[in-house]
């Protein structure tokens, strides 16, 4: 079934979202006008039961995905709230929490309606996922932007009547479900649905967009939906549209069961927008480049090849699968997020091995952006005084980081060092079950339908660790809280042994030449430095670079006496096996400064090699499962 509809056959296209069955609160009328959508503004009408007297109304501050108090309440351009004969309630903000709206309803009145005007800021990869955001040819809505609602209900009680006008000639993608005559009138009719639902059901639309029913094989039915500025990217190779069938094949063998009617990939080809994924349980949103799903070479490239699978493995491990502190009733109960490093950490292991064994990227592609994650996680010096579990905990606090030090007092690693440790735990599980069972078998087990529990099932680390040791027989919990509760000394490496391989260096950059390698940094392993351009990005603790004083934003203008250049810095770092050092010219601010980096070790580039003498276990992760 296409979700897509033309606002030239419509004259304003609307969508209606009935009362959730069963529901005992009243419905709430959503009425949101996005023709204005390319001018970054949104105008919502809201219908709103009530009773006399105090109404607490609130603007969504956290949503799941998110991680944070990440609503824009800032973004509100207007809010007038009047009643049905139009006679103007006053409101007053909380001036503690700044997202609930206090107004005194008058006797005699049984419903107000609000007017939210709403302003869409700048695209961009903050932003897009989960704002709502626009451009002359297309758009994404998230609804959380475009409404408040009534403090009390849960929100999976809320139902809500929602009608959308889109600007005209555009289509648009969704993951709600249209109910009666579609087409007929300026009015679409969805399905029955709560504002937990509106809300995980976000909207792409354009003047361009196109549908791609993916071969499902035993599962759900799968669609991936393309937007785009330009519409010959939307014109998709039937290679690359079987790749996302495969992916989606692959992902039924891995966990045996959906807990989706059927998936929605919403995909936005957008160079203005930019790169940006969100997962939601029936859709997931994704923003690439406007070229990223013709370009093999962007395709292929880590960010781009994992985020689909990476989004999409979420429907299991995040939406359905939750930690209980992170299922809350509404959207401004705040989320305790101790646990992302489940949530996130083994959906990075799940997207990353999705991606090969649905062949995004073959075995040795995908080993050299493994590869840079352990150099990265390796120079992490943070690690010595922050846990990875503190990293989950105050997870928003580096969802937009600076640009300094980021080393030293460490980023969302809940992410790639929770990868590594599920990576970890297939290995073990494999060892001790003599190969007989992997992580597969685990997600079998988590993942399963938990009686009672229709669209999100809480857990617990004694869960975690409960249906691990029904896998394999081993002292999980002490394994587990060594890796994650407890600062570490250094990145815990033993996982790349378990897994077939081991760490060295050579002089050649491995990779080079193919479309997915990364770009050539020959610092990185030599100096401990990044510097793209000229400008130094990064500096590692304890390296080279860092004992001779260089720091983040110093801009490198000179190389051993000549100007800078990337191929410059290249032949410098060779000759420091004759030289004995690599000297630097940079501009720091105001001040110019020659630096001298002592270094003897020529270029550097790490490798993850087989050993030969034992099992390659990645291999054997990697291998696809589905028919």
Known sequence: MSFVRSAAAVAALCVTVLPAVGADAPALAIEVDARELPRRLVHTTLDIPCKPGPLRLVYPKWFPGSHGPHGRVEDVAGLRIETDNGTVVRWTRDEVD??????????????????????CESAGADRAGTHTVGTPDL??????????????????DQPVNVRLQLPAGWKYA?????????????????????LTTLVDCPLIAGRHLKTFKLDAGGGPPAFLHVTSESPEVLNLDPKIVDLYSRLVREAWALFGVAHYPEYHFLVVCSDTLGQFGLEHLSCSLNGV??????????RKGWWLANLLPHEYAHSWCGKYRRPAAMVTPDF??????????????????????LSVRAGLLTPDEYRLTMTGKIRSLSRTAGRQWRP?????VAAHL???????????????????????????????????????????????????????????????????????????????????QRRVAAPQESLPLEVVDRLGYRLKYTDKAPGAGRPSAPPDNPAADSLGMSAPGGVIASVDPGLPADKAGLSPGMKVIGVNGKKFSANRLRDAIADSVARK???????????????????????????????????????????????
């Open 98 to 119: 700044l997202y609930r709206f206090v107004v005194t309803v008058p006797d005699g009145t049984t419903k107000l309606r609000v007017k939210l005007d709403t302003v």
């Open 289 to 298: 480049g406007e070229r990223g799903l013709v370009d093999e070479r962007l």
């Open 174 to 194: 969704t993951a709600l479900k249209a109910d009666g005559e579609k087409g007929k009138g300026d009015v679409v009719t969805f399905g029955t649905a709560s």
């Open 581 to 627: 050092k690599v000297e630097l010219l940079v501009e720091d601010g105001e001040d110019f400064r020659a630096v001298v980096v002592p270094y003897a070790d020529g270029l550097r580039y790490l490798d993850l090699e087989r050993v030969p003498s034992h099992a390659d276990v990645l291999g054997d992760i990697l291998k696809p499962r589905a028919k």
């Open 139 to 156: 758009g994404v809505i998230n609804w959380n932007t475009c409404l408040i609602y009534p403090e009390g209900p849960a929100a999976d």
């Open 398 to 480: 580096s969802r937009n980081p600076g640009n300094s030090w980021n080393q030293l007092r460490r980023l969302q690693d809940f992410y790639m060092e929770g990868m590594l440790l599920w990576y970890e735990c297939d290995a073990i599980i494999r060892e001790k079950t003599e190969g007989a069972k992997s992580l597969d078998d685990f997600c079998k087990r988590f993942f399963a339908a938990v009686p009672g529990k229709k669209t999100v099932a809480g857990y617990e680390l004694a869960d975690v660790v409960r249906d691990l040791k029904a896998t394999a027989e081993y002292d999980w919990e002490p394994f587990l």
């Open 332 to 353: 401004n109960t705040p989320q305790k997020t101790k646990l992302l490093w489940v949530y996130e950490g083994l959906t990075e292991y799940l997207g990353e091995v």
């Open 388 to 392: 990875l579990e503190d990293t989950a």
